[in-house]
């Protein structure tokens, strides 16, 4: 698949000036790539995509899920997920997101798999999900947390989850125990 060129960057990319210098960004062939480089002080733009975190966390025999309160996709049952902070460990972040959006502590973390895909909020954005499982080993489920519902379901009665990162993080766990 061709990589996206400037012209298809994602609104949030759509510089038009030097962040470090202010002056107005040109347009330079470097290599086998066209990139966005400021003139005045050699600053070349190159985007990357969003990382995030998810966890299937184990609890009282089941799988905790909670209930998206933001828009998009505001109500549907999903994995805790969120960004990866710069400078945190991709395992690291699973393990904090998981902890805040559920109450719970939890053990240590296991790779599951990755997804790259676009971002449902703007498809001309990507996001990179690593995926982990962990058992929760401490702390109080927390019912209701900033709006956010949570339930647990058993693993074997889990629905589809829409996104593309949750549903391949199931996918694995389930390749992993021969399911
Ligand atoms: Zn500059």
């Keep these: ?25 040109e347009v330079a062939q470097l290599f086998d790539m066209r990139r966005q480089r400021c003139p005045a002080c050699g600053w070349v733009h190159y985007p990357l995509p969003n990382i995030a975190s998810t966890v299937v ?5 089941g799988v905790v899920l909670v209930q998206r309160d ?13 960004h990866v902070e710069y400078g945190e460990d991709p395992a690291d972040a ?7 959006e559920t109450g719970l502590r939890l053990g240590a973390p296991r790779f599951l ?7 449902y909020g703007d498809p001309r954005m990507f996001y990179i999900v690593f995926s982990f499982a962990a058992d929760a080993v401490g702390g109080t489920l927390t019912g209701s947390h900033e709006g956010r519902h949570t339930r647990v379901v058993p693993f074997d009665e889990l ?7 949750q549903q391949a993080a199931i996918n694995a766990l389930r390749a992993s125990q021969g399911r």
Excluded: N, V
């Design 1 to 25: 698949m061709p990589l996206p060129t400037i012209e298809e960057y994602p609104e949030r990319y759509r510089f038009r000036f030097c962040p470090r210098c202010a002056t107005p960004l």
């Design 57 to 61: 966390i184990f609890h009282q025999g």
């Design 70 to 82: 933001i828009e998009p996709d505001r109500g549907i049952w999903h994995l805790p997920i969120g």
């Design 94 to 100: 699973a393990i904090r997101e998981g902890e805040e």
């Design 113 to 119: 798999t990755y997804t790259h895909s676009p971002s």
């Design 159 to 165: 629905p589809p989850l829409k996104w593309t990162s």
